[in-house]
């Protein structure tokens, strides 16, 4: 069975829902430049307006009550509540916005999982040298200071940032996300670490100055796919396997769950191809220096953000210079039998998230995992009956039961991603993974509920049944 207190939620973030990009003195983002002046996103779309949760947040509310969510995970936005990312200069619109999601939020009996960064910077810090430059950890620390003294009090679970691995790699090395550089092979390695550093500082920082009478746990969102060797019989497959899981989970992971530096298959295979383009040493994937706070030990949780799987086989690489795919030196495919969502790269592979919690009770000291975010996305023509999305969820949590009950994994809590359809990053509006449908051609913005809104929200309260004594809660007739 689930464990007492699961934690039943549903995810968004503040650039994919609020809008408001210029309301009451909040500063401009990277993302609002990268909508604004690189012409990079879907049918050169904004989140300018999207889902106007800034305006709307009552009509987010009656969702999440029409739900029964217990938990709901939020982002706030650096530059709305610190609009040139320092202290220096608070936004009190900002503040009193995000004291009312909470107080709400709180009022309805649903708690609040706080996201500090999600893939947001604040213009103003990119124009310091955004995450390539040292200090923005230090600046990154201040404002989660900020954050816990306003908000700690009543937040009781918090992000520091969301999926380093994404920010760092589309972010710097691929250039779909803002701020879109295209630094291969060198920029994601520091923007990966500066944002460890940061995470790392603030951590440090509620240990030492709010644990004590605020409660709480801090913990920042890894991304990973599930990925398995094409060919097990192949040792060369097994290892490219060994490598991209390294490479994706184990980058941030290693440092944070059971090292303290990055791991062992990850620097040498940097190495490797450093020596091969005729640099030597290890220069690209930094150090971590004893002035810092210490990485190891500093997050109260595993915070798994899930969607896919691959299979993976060797080789496949790939031209001349320096690259992040060069010195992963692995080819990423998809199993024919693995059904696709809307998204091409989204397969849909539950078991994959079975065994990849399994892994992570094996590998990294068997944590207390939430899964932060998982969902399916829809594309093309407005399908309130999402009858796929529906068997999604179903198969997913079934497995998420599987984890708990036969592989004794240590999962507290469960997010579905998203609470309502919204700015899909590089997609922009044209694909969709709410729980809510959002009608964004329409001024009102109406949310509606999908079938598999009402189906998880089912499955939430047969939840919520069996903690009174129910059994198998995922049949029907319980
Ligand atoms: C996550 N990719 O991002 C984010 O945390 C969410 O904000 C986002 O809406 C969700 O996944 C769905 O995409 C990702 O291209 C964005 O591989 C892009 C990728 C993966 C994750």
Redesign the pocket.
């Known amino acids: 069975m689930f464990p007492r207190d699961f934690a039943w939620g549903a995810?968004t973030?503040a650039y994919?829902i609020e809008g408001g990009w210029q309301a009451d003195g909040k500063g401009p983002s990277i993302w609002d430049t990268f909508c604004h002046e690189k012409g990079g996103v879907f049918g050169n779309q904004n989140g300018d307006v999207t889902c106007n949760s800034y305006e709307l947040w009552e009509k987010d509310l009656e969702c999440i009550q029409q739900l029964g969510l217990t938990h709901y995970r939020l982002s706030l936005s650096w530059a709305r509540l610190l609009p040139d990312g320092t202290t220096r200069n608070v936004n009190q619109k900002g503040v009193q916005y995000y004291n009312r999601v909470i107080d709400d939020l709180l009022a309805c009996n649903v708690s609040p999982m706080v996201t500090l960064y999600?893939?947001d910077l604040p213009q103003a810090i990119q124009n310091l040298g955004g995450w390539k430059s040292p200090g923005v950890a230090t600046l990154f620390d201040s404002y989660s200071k900020f954050c816990f003294q306003t908000f700690g009090d009543r937040v009781k679970l918090w992000i520091t940032i969301?999926?380093p691995h994404?920010c760092a790699r589309?972010g710097h090395e691929v250039g779909?996300?803002a701020p879109g550089l295209k630094e291969k092979g060198t920029a994601a390695y520091l923007v990966g670490h500066n944002m460890l550093r940061a995470h790392a500082m603030a951590w440090h920082s509620y240990n030492s100055e709010y644990r004590a009478t605020q409660k709480g746990a801090v913990s920042l969102?890894l991304?990973s796919d599930w990925f398995e060797p094409l060919d097990p019989l192949r040792h060369e497959d097994v290892a490219s396997a060994e490598r991209d899981l390294a490479f994706t989970l184990g980058w941030f992971a290693w440092p944070v769950f059971i090292t303290g530096d990055y791991p062992e298959l990850m620097r040498s295979a940097i190495e490797t191809q450093s020596k091969m383009m005729g640099y030597s040493g290890n220069w690209r994937l930094p150090r971590f220096s004893k002035e810092d706070p210490p990485i190891l030990g500093t997050a109260d949780f595993f915070a798994l953000?899930y969607?896919t799987s691959r299979k993976v086989k060797s080789g496949g690489c790939c031209g001349q210079m320096l690259s992040m795919k060069r010195d992963l030196d692995a080819e990423e495919v998809l199993d024919p039998s693995w059904p696709i969502s809307g998204?091409s790269?989204?397969a849909v592979v539950p078991h994959g998230l079975r065994k990849l919690l399994k892994y992570i009770k094996d590998v990294f000291n068997n944590p207390t995992i939430y899964i932060t975010?998982n969902?399916f996305?829809q594309v093309g023509p407005l399908q309130i009956e999402d009858v796929e999305r529906c068997k999604f969820y179903r198969s997913t949590i079934s497995e998420v039961v599987k984890a708990i009950e036969e592989d004794g994994v240590n999962v507290r809590g469960y997010f579905a991603?998203?609470l309502m359809d919204?700015f899909?990053?590089?997609?922009g509006f044209s694909?969709r993974?709410g729980l809510f449908h959002v009608d964004f051609s329409g001024a009102e913005l109406s949310r509606t509920i999908y079938r598999s809104g009402r189906e998880y929200s089912k499955i939430i309260s047969k939840y919520k049944s069996a903690q009174s004594g129910c059994q198998g809660f995922l049949d029907d007739d319980c």
Do not use: C, R, T
């Not at 899909?424 to 997609?427: K, L, Q, S, T």
């Open positions: 995810g973030s994919q999600h893939f969301n999926e994404v589309l779909i996300h969102a991304n953000n969607y998204m790269w989204l975010e969902g996305a991603w998203s919204n899909e990053w590089a997609d694909v993974f």
